[in-house]
């Protein structure tokens, strides 16, 4: 069965850091871009950042530039990262992490369609 598990949120101060990670099982995504998106109730899912397959570039939201960072490491099953710093309130949401649906994908793309595995989320609040 094929899983993709976040860990690393919580409940954190506006200004704080946080460093979510997911975790994949049941196959190797090394071929595929990998994405976070974030969601709050009552509004669609949104693209947070996502990274190439071989690392070459990474894509960000203009909300998060500057402020989060996204990496992979192919090489363990601890897939991508996402190092959030100076967070704010307008941070907080459910944040989940994305599998491309196809390999080798030329760009990147914020369509949370054009992404087919996901994990179940993990929460993110920033008090402010």
């Known amino acids: 069965q094929v899983q993709l598990v976040e860990s690393g949120g919580g409940l954190v101060q506006a200004g704080d850091s946080l460093r979510l990670s997911c975790a994949a099982s049941?196959?190797?995504?090394?071929?595929?871009?990998m994405a976070w998106f974030r969601q709050t109730t009552g509004k669609e899912r949104e693209f947070v950042v996502a990274?190439?397959?071989?690392?070459?570039?990474?894509?960000y939201a203009d909300s998060v530039k500057g402020r989060f960072t996204i990496s992979r490491d192919n090489a363990k099953n601890t897939v991508v990262a996402l190092q959030m710093n100076s967070l704010k309130s307008e941070d907080t949401a459910v944040y989940y992490c994305?599998?491309?649906?196809?390999?080798?994908?030329?760009?990147?793309?914020?369509?949370?369609?054009?992404?087919?595995?996901w994990g179940q989320g993990t929460q993110v609040t920033v008090s402010s």
């Open positions: 994305a599998a491309d649906r196809r390999p080798f994908r030329p760009s990147i793309s914020q369509a949370p369609s054009e992404y087919n595995y």
């Open positions: 049941g196959r190797t995504f090394s071929s595929y871009a």
């Open positions: 990274i190439k397959w071989n690392n070459a570039s990474a894509d």
